[in-house]
């Protein structure tokens, strides 16, 4: 069982409310794996070994200081339950999911920097990439089912993912059973 830590709302982030409500610090004192963005929604993170890696619309992947803001976020822990496939997951609950390995295929979407247009009409950047290794962080939940983000091994690809082939993968998934919510 574990436990989710979330910063800000994904319903104020659809609804364009992209001010920030929390560091990356703090966040990251609440976990070790994660996705997000940052204020603006520009772009999209991911929190992978305790660090915080920004996607950005240039293809570009960047190191996110503590003292940046997040509208949106969340982390938890390294989840401890593996998985032979994703279809072992019970669909009626809401999974921390830690995916590594090589893919055969990513299809990556980063939003751009600075966005004040409503969040359904953000210009994504897409990119699609063959062979990688990497880790894809995320979470499921039966209302909204997957939302990952792929960070490759090297650190220089990294964004929200579209759709996946993997080659080889460990799967890693915890139920989550509490969420704490955090704002200013």
């Given at each position: 069982m574990?436990?989710l830590?979330?910063?800000?709302?994904?319903g104020?982030?659809?609804?364009?409310?992209?001010?920030?409500v929390g560091?990356v610090?703090?966040?990251?004192?609440?976990?070790?794996f994660?996705?997000?963005?940052?204020d603006?929604a520009s772009g999209e993170?991911?929190?992978?070994n305790?660090?915080?890696y920004q996607a950005?619309?240039?293809?570009?992947v960047?190191?996110v200081?503590?003292?940046?803001t997040?509208?949106?976020?969340v982390?938890?822990?390294r989840?401890?339950m593996?998985?032979?496939?994703?279809?072992?997951?019970?669909?009626?609950?809401?999974?921390?999911l830690?995916?590594?390995?090589?893919?055969?295929?990513?299809?990556?979407?980063?939003?751009?920097?600075?966005?004040?247009?409503?969040?359904?009409?953000?210009?994504l950047?897409?990119?699609?990439k063959?062979n990688l290794?990497g880790v894809l962080t995320?979470i499921?939940t039966p209302?909204a089912?997957?939302h990952?983000?792929?960070?490759?091994?090297?650190h220089a690809?990294?964004g929200?993912?579209?759709a996946?082939?993997p080659k080889?993968?460990?799967?890693w998934?915890?139920?989550i059973?509490e969420?704490e919510?955090f704002?200013?």
């Open positions: 574990s436990k830590y979330q910063m800000g709302s994904y104020a982030l659809l609804s364009s409310n992209y001010q920030g560091t610090g703090e966040l990251l004192l609440h976990g070790a994660g996705i997000g963005t940052l603006g993170t991911i929190v992978a305790g660090i915080c950005r619309a240039d293809g570009s960047r190191v200081p503590k003292n940046a997040t509208p949106f976020s982390s938890y822990d989840p401890s593996r998985l032979s496939a994703l279809t072992e997951l019970d669909k009626t609950k809401s999974w921390a830690l995916i590594s390995g090589t893919f055969d295929t990513l299809t990556l979407s980063v939003k751009p920097s600075n966005n004040t247009a409503p969040y359904a009409e953000l210009a950047a897409t990119f699609e063959e290794s995320g499921f209302d089912g997957f990952l983000h792929f960070l490759s091994d090297d690809v990294s929200h993912v579209a996946y082939r080889k993968v460990e799967i998934g915890e139920i059973t969420t919510t704002s200013f």
